[in-house]
């Protein structure tokens, strides 16, 4: 069974500072990691994966995240944090049981930037 | 390609009604997926198809719930005898075969009355 944590339901950030989003998985099988973001009422729109290679992955907007297999994380971050970042974050894993990528998804993080 | 359509965006229900929502998936998207997300909870999964093959369905998925793909292009998701705890946002995903990523709509958020 696969399940995800997301450490921390809200965080608040100062424009400009380092935003870092917390995210452990537990998978019997090598994980597949998303994060994806949601904007109030809308869907969910993804910003990186990790599936093979690089443990280190790029998005977009500037965010980035490490795969980190010892650690069994997926934290999320970004150098400097803008206002539009405000926003719903969510990790999700996948083992792409039979052939597709059921998501299971953690309980989501708010980010709040505050000028 | 104009992104994965989910219609209504909302809907409001006395309970007890039927409602049927409708998803149009990224057109040759063979993969097509429906999550339910309740308030300040991530998404989670109800059922799978491929093409128009139904090949996972979640225990979430009660008796009062029925999905379809027919022809494998858009998909329906029925609520029979609509209950409060039904109120959700209903989401939509598709992904082409082999990829991984799966590409959401914008949802439809159910409120019963």
């Known amino acids: 069974a696969q399940s995800v944590t997301q450490l921390g339901s809200h965080v608040s950030v100062s424009e400009g500072a380092l935003v870092l989003l917390r995210c452990n998985y537990s998978?019997?099988?090598?994980?597949?990691l998303f994060w994806y973001v949601q904007y109030p009422n809308q869907g969910l729109q993804l910003l990186l994966k990790y599936t093979t290679g690089a443990t280190l992955v790029k998005g977009i907007n500037g965010f980035e995240a490490e795969f980190k297999k010892s650690e069994t994380s997926f934290h999320l971050t970004k150098p400097s944090a803008h206002m539009s970042d405000a926003a719903e974050y969510f990790c999700?894993?996948?083992?792409?049981?039979?052939?597709?990528?059921?998501?299971?998804f953690g309980a989501g993080t708010r980010l709040a930037v505050h000028p | 390609d104009t992104g994965v359509s989910q219609n209504p965006r909302h809907k409001i229900t006395k309970r007890g009604q039927n409602v049927t929502f409708r998803c149009d998936p990224i057109s040759e998207h063979n993969r097509l997926y429906w999550y339910r997300q309740t308030l300040g909870q991530g998404p989670e999964f109800l059922t799978y198809?491929?093409?128009?093959?139904?090949?996972?369905k979640s225990r979430l998925l009660s008796d009062r719930f029925s999905a379809e793909r027919p022809k494998g292009s858009f998909s329906t998701l029925e609520i029979q005898r609509t209950e409060q705890g039904d109120s959700a946002m209903y989401l939509c995903a598709s992904s082409p075969g082999g990829k991984t990523e799966a590409f959401f709509g914008q949802g439809t958020r159910l409120t019963v009355v």
């Open positions: 198809f491929q093409n128009e093959a139904q090949l996972e």
């Open positions: 998978s019997s099988v090598p994980p597949y």
């Open positions: 999700a894993v996948t083992a792409l049981s039979g052939g597709y990528n059921k998501l299971i």
